[in-house]
């Protein structure tokens, strides 16, 4: 992979989030840096002084992280009524994930873009997901030419279905512009976001070249029979007001040995989901025995997310 290109930041466990963005208003200018943070002005407000205050994600130690879990556990209990447990699992050695899509089984039902609004908590009033699913004219893979809001039955003649979330890129643009260095590539290939650390400038989500990135407007609305208890601190746990979020694989899951809810809600059996480098797994299969696609070859972004037709 090529050298990430990043803002250099003083020693991260010795700066707050306020000192980092005052840093990054200098180097951007104040009238870009005033124009990228106007929507957190009235955020700020909402912070604790323990939120704003604590390090980078990659400088708290393991007593660290549980303070802040245990913290964050009881906020989602105060706030939305809901007993949760945030976790923190990390790359598996020796792995590198990957997913495909059979373009020839996916039918544009949308049951992956469902399962991952409720897995990954959600607000329900905007009913986000991070996954779109383009109904695609057939004879193009230019999901600029894709139509996410078709409202009838499905498949229509003529169309074909594609689902686009992060691609996990090897060589994220997303990454290379974050001015505060709150988003990160993994040992497994699966790009992170730190949410208490991310200011919301949007930088990433303008970067991005698949739309894969939603800025959280406003506080996330869920009840709490709806809550999902199982959370990961770099994944689905309820992200707060004025942060840029994405899609993670499901690190929670996925890392301990479970299928994305995405590959598992799919009722046509279209996503294929695994470790590139385990030579008997279906994706590795895929790779060697199928012709893929990956979108915007032409970027260098180089996705970990793939595509194939059975014919």
């Known amino acids: 992979m090529g050298e990430r290109k990043s803002i250099s930041l003083p020693v991260l466990g010795q700066v707050s989030r306020r000192t980092a963005m005052k840093g990054v208003g200098a180097t951007l200018g104040a009238g870009a840096f005033a124009a990228a943070i106007s929507p957190l002005r009235r955020i700020d407000e909402k912070v604790t002084a323990e939120e704003f205050m604590q390090r980078h994600y990659k400088e708290l130690s393991d007593s660290d992280k549980r303070d802040v879990f245990t913290r964050l556990e009881a906020q989602a209990q105060d706030e939305y009524g809901a ?25 544009g039902n949308g049951k992956c873009v469902e399962a991952c609004h409720r897995e990954n908590n959600h607000d329900r009033a905007t009913n986000q997901s991070y996954i779109r699913v383009l109904e695609m004219p057939i004879g193009t893979m230019d999901m600029e030419q894709g139509n996410t809001t078709y409202d009838h039955p499905v498949p229509a003649e003529g169309k074909f279905y594609m689902p686009v979330q992060c691609q996990q890129c090897q060589e994220p643009p997303c990454v290379d512009v974050c001015p505060v260095e709150a988003t990160w590539q993994e040992d ?90 385990d030579p008997d797994s279906d994706v590795r299969w895929i790779m060697e ?14 996705p970990s997310f793939f595509y194939f037709f059975d014919s």
Do not use: M
Not at 86 to 101: E, K, M, N, Q
Not at 234 to 248: A, D, F, Q, T, Y
């Open 83 to 107: 007993d949760v447990s945030i976790s923190d699992p990390r790359p598996i050695p020796g792995t590198l994930f990957v997913y495909a899509i059979n373009l020839s089984l996916c039918n």
């Open 188 to 277: 497994d290939g699966i790009v992170v976001v730190d949410y208490n650390w991310c200011i919301g400038c949007r930088y990433c989500e303008a970067a991005c070249p698949y739309h894969a990135r939603r800025f959280n407007w406003k506080k996330p609305e869920i009840p709490a029979d709806e809550v999902n208890p199982d959370q990961g601190f770099l994944s689905n746990r309820i992200r707060p007001e004025g942060v840029v979020e994405k899609c993670h694989f499901c690190l929670h899951r996925t890392r301990n040995g479970r299928l994305p809810a995405c590959l598992e809600a799919c009722p046509t059996g279209a996503r294929v989901f695994g470790n590139i480098l």
């Open 289 to 302: 025995n199928k012709r893929v696609y990956v979108l915007k070859e032409e970027l260098g972004t180089a």
